[in-house]
Protein backbone atom coordinates (compact mmCIF):
# COMPACT_ATOMS: atom_id res chain seq x y z
CA UNK A 1 0.00 0.00 0.00
CA UNK A 2 0.97 3.38 -0.53
CA UNK A 3 1.59 5.84 1.97
CA UNK A 4 3.19 9.11 2.55
CA UNK A 5 2.68 10.24 6.28
CA UNK A 6 3.75 13.39 7.27
CA UNK A 7 4.77 14.58 10.85
CA UNK A 8 6.83 17.35 12.61
CA UNK A 9 4.38 19.89 12.73
CA UNK A 10 2.45 22.17 15.23
CA UNK A 11 2.66 25.51 16.86
CA UNK A 12 6.11 27.44 16.74
CA UNK A 13 6.51 31.30 17.52
CA UNK A 14 7.70 33.77 15.13
CA UNK A 15 11.21 33.16 14.23
CA UNK A 16 11.33 29.48 15.58
CA UNK A 17 11.94 26.62 13.53
CA UNK A 18 10.47 23.13 12.76
CA UNK A 19 11.39 20.04 10.91
CA UNK A 20 9.05 18.02 9.31
CA UNK A 21 9.42 14.28 7.98
CA UNK A 22 7.73 12.16 5.38
CA UNK A 23 8.01 9.07 5.28
CA UNK A 24 7.34 7.13 2.31
CA UNK A 25 5.99 3.35 2.05
CA UNK A 26 4.78 0.80 -0.62
CA UNK A 27 7.67 2.69 -3.46
CA UNK A 28 10.91 3.74 -3.51
CA UNK A 29 11.59 7.71 -3.35
CA UNK A 30 15.08 7.24 -5.07
CA UNK A 31 12.77 6.97 -8.05
CA UNK A 32 10.65 10.28 -7.56
CA UNK A 33 10.59 14.08 -6.96
CA UNK A 34 10.03 14.86 -3.61
CA UNK A 35 8.12 18.40 -3.18
CA UNK A 36 6.37 19.83 -0.24
CA UNK A 37 3.54 21.67 -0.50
CA UNK A 38 1.40 24.09 1.47
CA UNK A 39 -2.35 25.46 1.46
CA UNK A 40 -3.37 28.31 3.72
CA UNK A 41 -7.21 28.92 4.86
CA UNK A 42 -9.10 30.35 1.80
CA UNK A 43 -6.00 29.74 -0.17
CA UNK A 44 -4.55 27.51 -2.49
CA UNK A 45 -2.24 24.90 -2.36
CA UNK A 46 1.57 25.85 -2.80
CA UNK A 47 4.83 24.94 -4.14
CA UNK A 48 7.05 25.29 -1.12
CA UNK A 49 10.42 23.22 -2.22
CA UNK A 50 10.95 20.12 -4.69
CA UNK A 51 13.97 18.13 -4.38
CA UNK A 52 14.68 16.27 -7.92
CA UNK A 53 17.30 16.07 -10.61
CA UNK A 54 17.62 19.81 -8.96
CA UNK A 55 16.28 22.08 -5.72
CA UNK A 56 14.12 24.73 -6.18
CA UNK A 57 12.03 26.66 -3.95
CA UNK A 58 9.10 28.95 -4.09
CA UNK A 59 11.12 32.95 -3.64
CA UNK A 60 9.15 33.42 -0.38
CA UNK A 61 11.08 30.60 1.14
CA UNK A 62 13.94 30.73 -0.02
CA UNK A 63 17.25 30.58 2.22
CA UNK A 64 14.78 29.71 5.20
CA UNK A 65 13.71 26.63 4.45
CA UNK A 66 15.78 23.90 3.33
CA UNK A 67 14.67 20.43 1.61
CA UNK A 68 16.42 17.09 1.83
CA UNK A 69 16.12 13.01 1.76
CA UNK A 70 17.75 10.20 2.86
CA UNK A 71 16.60 7.78 0.36
CA UNK A 72 18.13 4.93 2.17
CA UNK A 73 15.34 5.49 4.96
CA UNK A 74 12.78 6.29 2.09
CA UNK A 75 12.27 9.95 4.07
CA UNK A 76 12.03 13.59 2.94
CA UNK A 77 12.49 16.27 5.41
CA UNK A 78 11.91 19.90 5.20
CA UNK A 79 13.88 22.34 7.34
CA UNK A 80 12.11 25.82 8.12
CA UNK A 81 14.01 28.42 9.91
CA UNK A 82 13.07 32.07 10.70
CA UNK A 83 9.28 31.23 10.68
CA UNK A 84 6.57 34.08 9.87
CA UNK A 85 2.83 34.02 10.74
CA UNK A 86 2.60 33.53 6.71
CA UNK A 87 3.96 30.01 7.00
CA UNK A 88 0.93 29.14 9.04
CA UNK A 89 -0.88 26.14 6.68
CA UNK A 90 -0.92 22.49 6.11
CA UNK A 91 2.00 21.20 4.77
CA UNK A 92 2.02 18.40 2.78
CA UNK A 93 4.63 15.71 0.79
CA UNK A 94 3.99 14.61 -2.31
CA UNK A 95 5.94 12.21 -4.88
CA UNK A 96 5.93 12.71 -8.74
CA UNK A 97 7.10 10.15 -11.30
CA UNK A 98 5.79 10.23 -14.50
CA UNK A 99 3.72 7.85 -14.14
CA UNK A 100 2.67 8.58 -10.55
CA UNK A 101 1.51 11.45 -8.22
CA UNK A 102 1.29 10.60 -4.73
CA UNK A 103 0.11 12.87 -1.51
CA UNK A 104 0.27 12.81 2.36
CA UNK A 105 -2.49 13.95 4.39
CA UNK A 106 -1.01 17.30 5.55
CA UNK A 107 0.46 18.00 8.95
CA UNK A 108 -0.31 21.41 10.38
CA UNK A 109 2.06 24.40 11.10
CA UNK A 110 1.30 27.29 12.84
CA UNK A 111 3.13 30.23 13.65
CA UNK A 112 1.84 32.57 16.60
CA UNK A 113 3.08 34.12 19.50
Known amino acids: QVQLVESGGGLVQPGGSLRLSCVAS????????MSWYRQAPGKERELVAVNGSRTNFADSMEGRFTISRDNDKNTVYLQMNSLKPDDTAVYYC?????????WGQGTQVTVSS
Open 26 to 33: GFIISSYA
Open 94 to 102: NARSFQNNY
